[in-house]
């Protein structure tokens, strides 16, 4: 398994939540990495475009905001 730089990993563990930023890329024995509590790690997923998340309105979110709120 190998860690690049700049990835993100968080601790399978809900009860731990942990979570690391790669800072330089490596390669580490066995599958995945391993949190400190003894959980596996993943690799975070993050859209590929952070520019245009930002500026999207979720027409969808706001609709159910507004039909909840309705009295
Ligand atoms: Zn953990």
Redesign the pocket.
Known sequence: MIMKSGEHWH?T?VA???SVFVETTGEIEGSNPR?????V?KKDYFPPVFGEMESVDFPELDLISKVSGRE
């Open positions: 601790c563990n731990c939540r942990c949190c400190s509590c003894g959980s790690m």
